[in-house]
């Protein structure tokens, strides 16, 4: 190559932000009734249209937070870490959950919280697919949504930092759930798309498909609660995040 030439530019993504305020959705509307903020830590597939949402509240009560949840026929919580300010929670969610719809289009979610009823997606858009028409199809499919901002980016940010907590999990799990999940890694079950379901993969091990799910659910827990346990009381890093931003 001389000096005269470059490098091809890397493709870049389009981010978009979205507002949104209806209380018919749980995170918006649990922050709604209690005054508190929601930040979105993490988004796993669970399989057949529904997933699980991880969701760090901070300044509510736990117990509050589960009975506003359990209003909603769409989600299914489970408190995983309680602290003074909040706690860490999962939802079962299915399709119709604002970030799990945009997730379905190609859209990549990166933060997603409420604040006292007023909730914000932001997700980044891969060059592969058609901005205008996801942003077309998410504010059709939610009305009263806000397109708030829309701006082109060089680059992919990750949705969370990285951190050395292996051991940390090591002492969590135990052989068998380590020795699924890493199955699990190499056979590409957690590629999007997926190389392989979970029936593929239980059969591989010799499980039945249940079994398997029982073992990743529980790793997967224990993944989630590792890594955004708080050495003292205080918000998430997502939370931070978007305090400071």
């Known amino acids: 190559m001389t000096v005269n030439e470059r490098r091809p530019a890397p493709e870049g993504v389009t981010r978009v932000e979205f507002g949104i305020s209806n209380p018919k959705y749980p995170f918006v509307g649990a922050s709604a009734g209690e005054n508190c903020q929601l930040y979105l830590e993490e988004i796993l597939p669970r399989g057949e249209g529904s997933y699980a949402e991880f969701f760090a509240v901070v300044g509510a ?3 509050r937070i589960v009975d506003l949840a359990d209003e909603h026929a769409s989600a299914e919580p489970t408190l995983l870490n309680e602290y003074d300010s909040g706690g860490l929670f999962e939802f079962h969610v299915a399709d119709e959950c604002p970030a799990v719809f945009l997730s379905e289009l190609g859209a990549l979610p990166r933060r997603v919280y409420s604040d006292e009823g007023e909730g914000h997606i932001s997700v980044e858009i891969p060059p592969a697919e058609d ?17 708030e901002r829309k701006s082109d980016q060089p680059y992919v940010t990750p949705m969370f930092s990285h951190r050395k907590f292996r051991n940390a999990l090591e002492d969590r799990l135990t052989a068998r759930q380590e020795e699924v999940l890493a199955a699990a890694h190499e056979s590409g079950y957690y590629d999007w798309p997926r190389e392989i379901t979970a029936e593929e993969l239980a ?7 249940s079994t398997l799910l029982k073992h990743l659910r529980a790793v997967e827990r224990k993944f989630i609660a590792a890594f955004f346990e708080r050495p003292a009381d205080g918000p998430s890093r997502t939370a931070a995040a978007a305090e400071s931003s």
């Not at 998410?138 to 397109?147: K, T, Y």
């Not at 059969?203 to 498909?209: E, K, V």
């Open 61 to 63: 009560d736990p117990d």
């Open 131 to 147: 901005a205008c028409e996801i942003v077309d199809a998410f504010l059709d499919a939610h009305p009263g949504a806000e397109l």
């Open 203 to 209: 059969d591989r091990q010799g499980i039945s498909t």
